[in-house]
């Protein structure tokens, strides 16, 4: 899509959807509490679980004062994000957060590293609503944010072509899964996002200056109920096979599972 014409920063009106499975305290102990020390209404805060069973845990773990709602969908995080998606209206600024966000960092070149704590309490909501304000300063729907939490590699810059929009913790102008429907289960469904997002507006907002804190791959619950590194290995071939002009393996982390490279060489 073009970019549009400069436009007055707007306040939007979002709602935070939280996917969560067998993470109750998880979800209890830290995006909960972060979202509280952001000072995010509880109002906009909507905990998606994955059966009535599930439902009850959380009912019975969580401060029903940190929350809006628990909402029944459905098992695995591909389906859940479709879920999430069909349930909120087309176009409603909606952020997708995970349930074991720590903290967040920004970038600052006075700061230790290049990086500093993410200012309290109005930090997260700045960042909120720069990500939406972006995407409509570019005409596009999904922005996200540093998959990284490393100042070094942190910057003032936002990118606007093929980035990979973490999963953990992102925005979108709800598109509906008439126009993007996720195909994989679990891992590498943020990329899948990333590209599918892409192809379909021409770009994707990514803000370098913010990263998440998170534990990637060895929190309890969620995806490592299902994870293996087969399961991760397998995602990484889908992406490839299903994008070849979008996406390669990567097979270098030290984590030892497999990761995707993202780069349009359609052009």
Known sequence: MKKSKTLKNKKYDYVIAIPSYKRAETLRDKSLTVLKEYSIDKKKIDIFVANSEEKEIYEKTLDPNTYNKIVVGVPKIGPQRNFIS?????????????????????????????????????????????????????????????????????DKKIDTDLRFIIGCFNGMFNPGTKEVKLKLEMDKEDYERSIRFYIRDGGVV????????????????????????KTVMDGARWIVKEFPDYASLNLTKKSGYAEVRLRDKSK
């Not at 070149?109 to 500093?116: F, H, P, Q």
């Not at 200012?119 to 005409?139: A, D, R, V, Y």
């Not at 990514?206 to 619950?221: D, F, I, L």
């Open 86 to 154: 069909d349930y909120y209206a087309i176009g409603k600024p909606v952020i997708e957060m995970d349930d074991d966000i720590k903290s967040f960092i920004e970038y600052s070149v006075r700061g230790k590293n290049n990086e500093k704590p993410l200012s309290k309490p109005n930090g997260l909501e700045t960042m909120i609503q720069k990500g939406f304000n972006e995407c409509k300063k570019h005409n596009l729907r999904l922005w996200g944010i540093y998959p990284t939490p490393n100042g070094y590699f942190m």
């Open 206 to 229: 990514r803000m370098r200056e913010y990263a998440p804190k998170t534990s990637y791959y060895t929190e309890k619950g969620g995806n490592q109920e299902f994870r293996t590194k």
